[in-house]
T-cell receptor, first 115, second 116 residues
């Protein structure tokens, strides 16, 4: 069925290295994507979003890349810090601007940062 | 603004009892969403409101579940005759309307429900 998924369930990186978290989506009609960070016992925290009319968007230490041709989304975290350790979810919306408001989440990638 | 608030943070109930959760969204946000999250999974959409109108409900929202947002501000989610399978984290989120600014959904910390 239509779903958002992730290539890797876990990712371990050394402090200071760059991290890349990947996401594959299957619904070509999705036009809005968000990356969330979720720490244990907390709700998802918005990191960065991107609309389908863009290929790249940068925030503070984070970059989201969208490849609509292969339906692939990635989150790059520069100079990963121990505080970045969390589960990261990508989410898609199939009708940005329309009446359909729900996000569809993938299962998440657990990022572990080694000091 | 203190963000999205949810109450209670934790709820333990016996099977068959009714429970009600409350969500207070960011005040200027028109849209309010309810999600459910089980361990190791991403959040699953349940329903959402635009102001006081409930615009969409997931098939996950069985007849035992009901959500309200009577004045277009806070919302409640009630589960009747709870079952052990209802044990999960119930998340509330709110957002502006598309085009009004950053559309990113802001989530609360959730209500952890345990049905024993």
């Amino acid at each position: 069925g239509e779903s958002v998924g992730l290539h890797l369930p876990t990712l371990s990186v050394q402090e200071g290295d760059n991290s890349i978290i990947n996401c594959a989506y299957s619904n070509s009609a999705s036009d809005y994507f968000i990356w969330y960070k979720q720490e244990s016992g907390k709700g998802p925290q918005f990191i960065i979003d991107i609309r389908s009319n863009m290929d790249k968007r940068q925030g503070q230490r984070v970059t989201v890349l969208l490849n609509k041709t292969v339906k692939h989304l990635s989150l790059q975290i520069a100079a990963t810090q121990p505080g970045d350790s969390a589960v990261y979810f990508c989410a898609e919306n199939k009708n940005y601007g329309g009446s359909q408001g729900n996000l569809i989440f993938g299962k998440g990638t657990k990022l572990s940062v080694k000091p | 603004d203190t963000g999205v608030s949810q109450d209670p943070r934790h709820k333990i109930t016996k099977r068959g009892q009714n429970v009600t959760f409350r969500c207070d969204p960011i005040s200027e946000h028109n849209r309010l969403y309810w999600y459910r999250q089980t361990l190791g999974q991403g959040p699953e959409f349940l329903t959402y409101f635009q102001n006081e109108a409930q615009l969409e409900k997931s098939r996950l929202l069985s007849d035992r579940f009901s959500a309200e947002r009577p004045k277009g501000s806070f919302s409640t989610l009630e589960i009747q005759r709870t079952e052990q399978g209802d044990s999960a984290m119930y998340l509330c989120a709110s957002s502006l309307l598309p085009g009004q600014g950053s559309y990113g959904y802001t989530f609360g910390s959730g209500t952890r429900l345990t049905v024993v």
